[in-house]
């Protein structure tokens, strides 16, 4: 499978912003959809944000809307995550994933519908 390399994150204080990068060409060029979950030490995984190949639709999960936004550089063929304000909640391992549609990033019943995952890159948000 095509990687998906991810990049850009560390450690900041709470109010702090990080960007983080997924170099995703092979999806992008195939018309998947690519975007970011995450996972905090003994929480489940969940879907925070996605875009389309075209960079026309993206969904980002009602939990981080007002802080977080994703983008694509269609150029670089990279899907960015923007996170602001971030908080100690925050502080998880986050994975670039692509997908078939939105709803593997929506629903946890519908991860069937993501075909890759980057290795994921931590981020940790202290008080």
């Known amino acids: 499978q095509v990687p998906l390399a991810e990049s850009g994150g560390g450690s900041v204080q709470s109010g702090g912003s990080l960007r983080l990068s997924c170099a995703a060409s092979?999806?992008?060029?195939?018309?998947?959809?690519v975007g970011w979950f995450r996972q905090g030490l003994g929480k489940e995984r969940e879907g925070v944000a996605a875009i389309a190949s075209d960079g026309a639709t993206s969904y980002v999960a009602d939990s981080v809307k007002d802080r977080f936004s994703i983008s694509l550089d269609a150029a670089e063929k990279t899907v960015y995550l923007e996170m602001n304000n971030l908080q100690p909640e925050d502080t998880a391992m986050y994975y670039c994933?692509?997908?078939?549609?939105?709803?593997?990033?929506?629903?946890?019943?519908?991860?069937?519908?993501?075909?890759?995952w980057g290795r994921g890159t931590q981020v940790t948000v202290s008080s």
């Open positions: 994933a692509a997908g078939r549609s939105f709803s593997g990033f929506i629903w946890r019943t519908d991860e069937r519908e993501i075909i890759n």
């Open positions: 092979g999806y992008i060029d195939g018309g998947r959809y």
